[in-house]
């Protein structure tokens, strides 16, 4: 396995476009929290067993939002505007994995949640007793238990499509490092040496997308710029597949056909573990795979041994099951695997879009009209 740059301060949150869609799962479609205000926003009546709110530390209901996305600070944009709405905010950024009491801990007396990926269980939501809203600062929300926020009258949202466009272009940059050799070439000569090994051009070649969400159809242009044929299996009815751009095929004629296949569905039951020996042994010799989507998606066991064996050629994965990377991973030491620290929605724009949009859900949930709910 080859490491990739991690960048100074990286944050943990899963802000990838990931889609709302699987192989074999219906898509929401939604749309993507920067259109503005939606004049026709959904609201959301009073439930039974739905949370209301209580009256605030300060004694005047003022609600607490807690932000956990460690690029939002005391003072920024996002801060202020929350600020602005009547809030009061606490900042408690996750930097690594959280356990589910301290957890517990810092959403005593917390009225709304601004968060990265925290594990919210059954159990941390249900002692949460102030707790009314949730908000992900990204796409996919497989963090959260969201039958257990049902049941305890707790708004959750997501922001469809958020960062559709940063994990585009980076899946395009995985795919020309993969096929070109970039970082074994950057390692050789960091470690005193000339590498020349000839690579692979994009051109001409098959790319396999497995879902069809906001990022896997902004990918679909940059490919087709550089030459790429583009097939596609994806859970979206006939009538939403609008691409000319795109063939449509099926799981298995997709491992087939594909030189690379870059996965862009969400994490479900029937999505964990999919790309697994048997899908494996069906890929192309050659073929590479790119994941930015949820890292549980592959089984990693059996993509190391994959890759030892020669069964395909390798993978770029910027998600794996477990965050950060154990020391035991089955992926490490694998000539051909290059595992990067979960970059792809990490942009200035992107994280900027997602502050901006996260906080303007937040307040219309906390008002009862949530624009992308998720319960």
Not at 35 to 47: L, V
Not at 233 to 250: L, M, N, Y
Not at 263 to 270: N, P, Q, W
Request: charged share 25%; hydrophobic share 40%.
């Amino acid at each position: 396995m080859t490491a990739g740059p991690a960048p100074s301060g990286a944050d943990s949150t899963d802000a990838h476009s990931a889609g709302r869609d699987s192989p074999d799962r219906h898509s929401a479609g939604t749309e993507s929290p920067t259109a503005g205000t939606d004049s026709a926003a959904r609201k959301r009546p009073h439930e039974p067993g739905r949370r209301e709110p209580e009256e605030g530390r300060t004694g005047k209901n003022v609600p607490r939002v807690l932000i956990t996305t460690d690029y939002l600070r005391p003072g920024d944009e996002v801060d202020a505007r929350l600020r602005a709405a009547g809030l009061e905010t606490v900042h408690a950024p996750m930097t690594g994995r959280r356990d589910p009491e301290e957890l517990v801990s810092v959403l005593d007396g917390i009225d709304a949640a601004l968060v990265a990926h925290e594990p919210l269980t059954a159990d941390v939501l249900s002692r949460a007793g102030q707790l009314r809203v949730v908000v992900r600062t990204g796409v996919g929300y497989d963090s959260v238990d969201v039958e257990a926020a049902r049941r305890l009258g707790i708004s959750v949202s997501n922001l469809p499509g958020i960062n559709a466009n940063a994990v585009a272009e980076y899946t395009l940059g995985l795919l020309l490092a993969s096929a070109r050799r970039l970082v074994e070439s950057a390692a050789g000569v960091a470690g005193g040496g000339w590498p020349r090994e000839d690579g692979r051009e994009l051109r001409g070649s098959t790319l396999g997308l497995v879902g069809y969400g906001a990022a896997a159809r902004a990918v679909v242009p940059l490919a087709r710029a550089f030459g790429m044929d583009v097939v596609c299996t994806t859970g979206v009815p006939q009538s939403r597949r609008a691409d000319p751009g795109v063939r449509f095929v099926p799981f298995d004629e997709l491992l087939a056909v594909s030189d690379h296949v870059s996965i862009h569905t969400a994490l479900t039951d029937r999505t964990r573990g999919l790309f697994d020996a048997s899908a494996f042994a069906r890929m192309k010799p050659g073929a590479v795979l790119v994941n930015t989507a949820r890292g549980a998606v592959v089984d990693e066991r059996a993509l190391a041994d994959a890759v030892r064996t020669g069964a395909i050629a390798g993978a770029a994965l910027d998600v794996v099951g477990e965050e950060p990377l154990p020391a035991d991973s089955a992926l490490r030491d694998v000539e051909g695997i290059t595992v990067y620290s979960h970059l792809a929605g990490q942009t200035a724009e992107a994280r900027r879009a997602a502050g901006l949009a996260g906080a303007a859900e937040l307040v219309a949930a906390l008002e009862g009209r949530p624009r992308f709910p998720v319960t």
